[in-house]
Structure formats: C-alpha cells, structure tokens
C-alpha cells in the first residue's frame, strides 16, 4: 500500500454494492425502483455513496447491481443525471446476489493493492481518508467502518438470553479481533484462545453497527473467496473470516504483512495481517 502510507489515494479502485438488503425496504422496492435508488434529499442514496468515494479520491469505481435490468437502470441514471468526478462502469452481478457476490463480481478487474467497497444505500458524514489512513498506517488487510447504534436501532434484549439482533464486535483500542451475530452466540460467547492470548485487554460492544464501509487488501481478499465460493455477505461471511484467520499464518502469507494497532481515527477497526496459532473454524 505504497501509495496510501504517502498519503495519497491514487489508483485506488472502489466498489458500491448495490444489491442486497432489498427485502428489509418491502414494498419500497420496485422492479423499477431498486433500494439504492430510493431518494433521500432529492438525490437516490447511491449518490452519497459516490460521493464519499470521491470526497476521498476514489474515483475508479464499479458499481455492481443485481441483474441486468437494475444494471441497465443505474446506467441511464448515471448517464443522465450523475454530474460527480467519479469514472463509474456498472457491471451485473446474479439476481439473487448478495455483498460479497458482488466483490466477487469484480474481482478478476482490480489492479489496485486495496479495494474501498461501500454500500450503495450508506449516507455518513465520515471522512474516507480517515479510514484509509488507518488502514495503511495499521498495515491491515481490512479496515471496517463502525457507529454506535442510534436510539431508536437498539438491540431487544431479555434477562437470561442473548441480545436480538446484535452485533459483537471485538476491539483492542481500534484493532478489530472479534465480529459475530446473535446467530454465532448461544447464551454464552465463545472467545478464542488466540484472541486472548494476542491483547491484554478486549471490549465486546452490542452497541455499534457495521456501517459496511470496508477498505481490504484485495490478495488477502481473494484469496479467502476463491477458497470459500460459499460465502456470500461481506457482514456474515468475509469480514468474521477475516477476523478469525488473523490469527493463522494463511492470511499472513496471502497479505504479506503483519497486524496493526495503535490509536487512530474513530470508528475505524483495523484487522491484522495474521501470524500467531489459530484457525478459521
């Protein structure tokens, strides 16, 4: 990541994820109105996407959609509305594709080092160089976007069982050792030998969201889908993997670089580059 630790962004390849999640907008979504293109101030939220890319000198991006007929819809759109910086091609992915379908999509066209993906429904405020500077200082091969879950986006949680719908997710101080769903945690949450073994100190928080804003190290990455074809989300799949196998020598060698730490910017957590005992489970 040469071109990031001098502190620039160029050549940097990004991708919007523009399928997905379409069932949690309900009747929202339309075969003419996919959700990425539900508007928000008058723009569709697949603009803020871009834009964040391009506010952070992203400007090489694919933007992936599920099938051809969305595809076609985000290319007229793109052709007669979009006026941003961004060099945009739109490539089509399966119907039924989930997140890391669509990573999977491009993979075989990304020349850049590290990839920023993005969610084509996200609207932050979060500067992208923030979270590329966290990355290339750590040395990571993933760096994830995190926020603390709004008032009304809380967890329902009874005495006695796991909180519903929660996130865990795992730091030591903004290094990322631990992600799982309410679906990974019977009453009771497992944490690895080598998890524990790797920080003096972890905090497990429920009270932050994936905000599915990720900066990867595209070797490491594909190296991970090409040997796991089922693994499907980037939230549920790629990045717990990622997490889990930072504690093997495999990703190490796939990166071919070591873990990071350190303080930096808020709400960025940096996944190392492995080393140590372990394995993915």
Known sequence: LQTLEQGGTAGMQGVVVACGGEKRFGNLVTQDGPRCMLELGFKPMVWYALQTLEQGGVTNVFLVAAGDHFA????????????????VEVVAAGEDADTADALRAVMPRLVSPAVTVISGDLVTDMHLE??????????????????????????????????????????SGEHLLFMGDEEDVDKVLKLRRPVLRRTPALMVRTDLLDCQLYVLDVKAVGALMESKPNMHSLQLDIIPALVRRQFTKVLAAAAGKGGGGGKGAGGAGAVGGGGGDGNDG
């Open 130 to 171: 923030d979270v590329l500077a966290t990355h290339a200082r750590c040395g990571a091969v993933a760096t994830c976007l995190v926020a603390r879950r709004r008032p009304w986006a809380g967890v329902d949680a009874k005495t006695g069982r796991p909180p519903k719908g929660a996130h865990y997710i795992g730091l």
């Open 72 to 87: 076609a819809l985000f290319q007229d759109w793109l052709r007669g509305s979009y006026t941003g910086k961004c060099n």
